[in-house]
């Protein structure tokens, strides 16, 4: 009955238009734990995202995969309650808890009504404070993420986007996969996840935000009981800046399938930079508005060369990605990439026209709101502003900056990104033809 209604109230809780979104506040508990707030009472549930900076970047070398297996692991069993018994109290109280470990993070989700909070902020705070890493859960864990790198191991896209960041960043860190190897997996032991939450889980590099029915008196309460326990400081070394490698490199891996996965790489744009914005109108002309991009166009509507095709920005902490992805057959893949490169030409020679860029903004600032459809959705964005250091009026000043971009602006981003000397290629598949004779090919 409870889960049946929690499932109701969230979907009802994608009424929360942007328009509608409360004011945030800066809250500080009394020893110094800061969270954003969006006080919204109109729906009984509670959102609580924080992200500490981090992830399988700082894992050490040789246990690759501890920050994703510590996050598998936190929900498995907690102070007094075992694996099960944690499990149930999730499902009695209607909480929704879960983990996650990216390349630079590392966070937890928690979704509960609101006449669950004292409930829910409990098993939260026994889960950061007082995991118990049982022997089972541990061992049961372990062997489903040596069985998804082994399905992952045969997967024809993972296998592409594996050998895109190995490519891109050769030994650095950037280029280990965030669930480690079979190898590094197997070495983990129960002191290595201890040693990760004491480490890694502290005050200082920590984020917080928190959408719906709470005020800031009962959060900073909660604030106060879940994470000043916590280490003050992370403890460690930090990597430095990443550069990105594979200018100029052709990857291909023999896959025996019809179809081979292609991945164009470019060194990127840091979220910080100055034409981040602009890149953002750009990409969304390249190749991020599906069929009515360029790509899009050029490469599957006129010439039918693939289902879908995508131009995206990757930022990261230490470094940063422009991508393109796409799959063809592997007879069409050599016409695909040449269509594909002169496309990138074209837009860095010749720019954009007044109507794709007024249609651009216009896409980008009326879908915005939509990135703010519920509590969590809400939450999320609230750690990226702050994680990337925007401003609390962010949101109210996004539209400016889109508007502000110009035609110049995009010339100017697309001659610093289309590089063809720093461009790699990833290619999985048999894919037919001379593609190093494409990517050599005059302007």
């Given amino acids: 009955m409870i889960r049946t209604m929690i499932a109701a109230l969230l979907l009802f809780a994608i009424a929360l238009p942007a328009q509608a979104m409360g004011r945030i506040e800066k809250i500080v508990s009394p020893s110094g734990i800061t969270a954003w707030l969006v006080h919204e009472p109109s729906i009984p549930i509670i959102a609580l995202e924080a992200y500490w900076d981090g992830g399988s970047r700082l894992d050490p070398k040789g246990r690759e995969g501890l920050a994703n297996m510590v996050s598998g692991l936190l929900d498995e069993g907690a102070g007094d309650l075992s694996s099960e018994a944690f499990q149930l109290r999730l499902q009695e109280t209607a909480t929704q808890l879960s983990f996650d470990a990216g390349r630079d993070s590392f966070t937890a989700s928690m979704r509960a009504l609101s006449q669950n909070r004292d409930a829910a902020f409990s098993l939260l705070a026994k889960a950061l404070q007082a995991p118990r890493f049982d022997e089972g859960p541990v061992e049961r864990i372990r062997g489903q993420i040596i069985s998804g790198l082994r399905a992952r191991a045969r997967d024809q896209r993972e296998l592409a986007r594996r050998a895109l960041y190995e490519t891109a960043f050769g030994d650095q860190p950037y280029a280990r996969p965030v669930e480690g190897t079979e190898q590094s997996v197997a070495a983990i032991t129960r002191e290595d996840l201890t040693g990760f939450v004491r480490r890694r889980l502290a005050r200082n590099n920590l984020t917080l935000a928190v959408v719906g029915d709470i005020t800031a008196a009962e959060l900073s309460d909660r604030l106060e009981q879940v994470f000043a326990p916590l280490p003050a400081k ?210």
């Fill in 234 to 443: 992370a403890a460690g070394p930090d990597t430095g800046m990443q550069k990105v490698l594979g200018g100029g490199v052709l990857r291909q891996i023999d896959y025996d399938t019809p179809q081979s996965q292609i991945y164009i790489g470019f060194p990127g744009l840091m979220r910080d930079d100055p034409d981040f914005d602009a890149a953002r109108v750009m990409t969304y002309i390249l190749g991020g508005s599906g069929l009515t991009s360029r790509l899009g166009q050029e490469v599957r509507e006129k010439r039918g060369l693939t289902y879908s095709i995508f131009a995206a920005q990757v930022p990261m902490k230490k470094s940063a990605l422009y991508l393109i992805g796409f799959s063809s057959a592997n007879k069409t893949v050599a016409e695909a990439l040449a269509v594909t490169r002169r496309e990138l030409l074209r837009l860095r020679d010749r720019g954009v026209s007044a109507k794709e860029l007024k249609a651009a903004k216009t896409y980008l600032n009326g879908s915005f709101p939509l990135s703010m459809s519920s509590n969590a959705s809400i939450a999320r964005l609230l750690i990226a502003i702050q994680v990337n250091n925007l401003g609390i009026d962010y949101i109210r000043r996004r539209p400016q900056r889109i508007n502000a971009v110009t035609a110049e602006d995009i010339a100017r981003v697309a001659a610093r990104l289309f590089d063809m000397k720093k461009m790699f290629v990833i290619a999985v598949g048999r894919p037919e033809g001379d593609l190093k004779a494409v990517l050599k090919a005059a302007p």
